[in-house]
């Protein structure tokens, strides 16, 4: 397993026995997982945590045994982790619920074997690779949450994405599955040509076009946008106010941009729009994505792939920006 004292120079790999699982628990061999900036967060040392925190929230992998009373499950399966494990189900989660999350306040899954109550696992998409699978459990439940379950797109909406993240991406796939147009952003033109192959019907470089917000609202018509799916947070919050037709939605899902900022509040008055604040979801609602998936055919994009042993490479893979789509590492 891997921990983090802090700082990507400093990550300790540590040989423990394989544990055993209690009633209600389940042994999961992990095989994989995905980078979030959250984790990022955590592995460069901005957010301190216990310096014998395993690292990571994402893990894909395969029951290896489970415990007395444990019934959903059996050896073999493959599983997903879950974000919040004990936020299964309801709209918000407590504050309690909110306080446990793998490779943060308790351990994560950069370990070969982990032992986990069998609630904090779903079932993993039928045919996926171990490392689709641990694309979704923050990513893409993230981008489902904020765009799905909150906003629920409505044939011919328009939705608007930022960046060429996972969550973005995900909310791009989730969005043409339910018959959306889509309008996504990015810096880079050979980056929104990838956009364009994914599906996305325009595309704008707001390096090039820095007031995009006005922008979207022109590719509408001037109506504006139904859904803006925010990633930057406060230092771009005010465009996607200026994207969005009277009454649309926002998902304030990220603060890539700024944790705070001026943000035109009148704006969202004059405009009555509905912002929801996303941080991840359920266990419930993880199920749900994984059916919806399964029934459209959608399957996850990986950027790269980099052994465990090379975790800070991938930290400052991601950390450069180059990336397009999810960031995966093999255990």
């Given at each position: 397993m891997l921990r983090a004292p802090g700082g990507l120079d400093n990550f300790v790999f540590d040989d423990r026995p394989v544990p055993e699982p209690k009633p209600g628990e389940i042994l999961v061999r992990v095989r994989a997982s995905s980078l979030n900036f959250h984790d990022y967060v955590v592995a460069a040392g901005w957010k301190p945590v216990d310096d014998g925190r395993v690292l990571m929230?994402?893990?894909?992998?395969?029951?290896?045994?489970?415990?007395a009373d444990v019934s959903e499950f059996v050896p073999g399966d493959r599983v997903v982790s879950v974000f919040f494990p004990e936020w299964q189900a309801g709209d918000v989660a407590t504050q309690a619920?909110?306080?446990?999350?793998?490779?943060?306040?308790?351990?994560?899954?950069?370990?070969?074997?982990?032992?986990?109550?069998?609630?904090?696992?779903?079932?993993?998409?039928?045919?996926?690779?171990?490392?689709?699978?641990?694309?979704?459990?923050?990513?893409?439940?993230?981008?489902?949450?904020?765009?799905?379950?909150?906003?629920?797109?409505?044939?011919?909406?328009?939705?608007?994405?930022?960046?060429?993240?996972?969550?973005?991406?995900?909310?791009?796939?989730?969005?043409?599955?339910?018959?959306?147009?889509?309008?996504?952003?990015?810096?880079?033109?050979?980056?929104?040509?990838?956009?364009?192959?994914?599906?996305?019907?325009?595309?704008?470089?707001?390096?090039?076009?820095?007031?995009?917000?006005?922008?979207?609202?022109?590719?509408?018509?001037?109506?504006?946008?139904d859904h803006v799916v925010e990633i930057g947070g406060a230092g771009t919050m005010a465009q996607s106010i200026r994207a969005c037709r009277r009454g649309g939605h926002i998902a304030l899902i990220g603060v890539l941009a700024g944790n705070a900022g001026e943000v035109p509040t009148f704006e969202?008055?004059?405009?009555?729009?509905?912002?929801?604040?996303?941080?991840?979801?359920?266990?419930?609602?993880?199920?749900?994505?994984?059916?919806?998936?399964?029934?459209?055919?959608?399957r996850p994009v990986i950027d790269s792939?980099?052994?465990?042993?090379?975790?800070?490479?991938?930290?400052?893979?991601?950390?450069?920006?180059?990336?397009?789509?999810k960031i995966c590492v093999e255990i």
């Open positions: 929230s994402d893990a894909g992998g395969e029951v290896a045994a489970v415990g619920a909110a306080d446990i999350m793998p490779g943060d306040t308790i351990d994560g899954f950069a370990s070969e074997y982990v032992v986990a109550p069998a609630r904090a696992f779903t079932k993993a998409p039928a045919g996926w690779s171990h490392e689709e699978a641990a694309t979704l459990t923050c990513a893409g439940l993230t981008a489902w949450r904020g765009l799905v379950t909150d906003g629920r797109p409505q044939p011919g909406d328009t939705v608007l994405i930022q960046g060429t993240g996972g969550v973005s991406i995900f909310a791009l796939q989730f969005a043409k599955a339910a018959g959306a147009s889509i309008i996504a952003t990015s810096s880079s033109d050979e980056k929104l040509e990838r956009l364009r192959s994914l599906g996305a019907d325009h595309v704008i470089n707001y390096k090039q076009t820095p007031e995009w917000g006005a922008k979207a609202k022109e590719i509408t018509g001037g109506r504006g946008v969202i008055f004059l405009s009555q729009l509905r912002v929801t604040g996303v941080m991840v979801g359920s266990r419930d609602d993880q199920e749900a994505m994984i059916r919806a998936v399964e029934v459209n055919g959608i792939v980099f052994p465990l042993d090379r975790l800070a490479d991938a930290y400052r893979h991601q950390a450069s920006q180059r990336h397009f789509g």
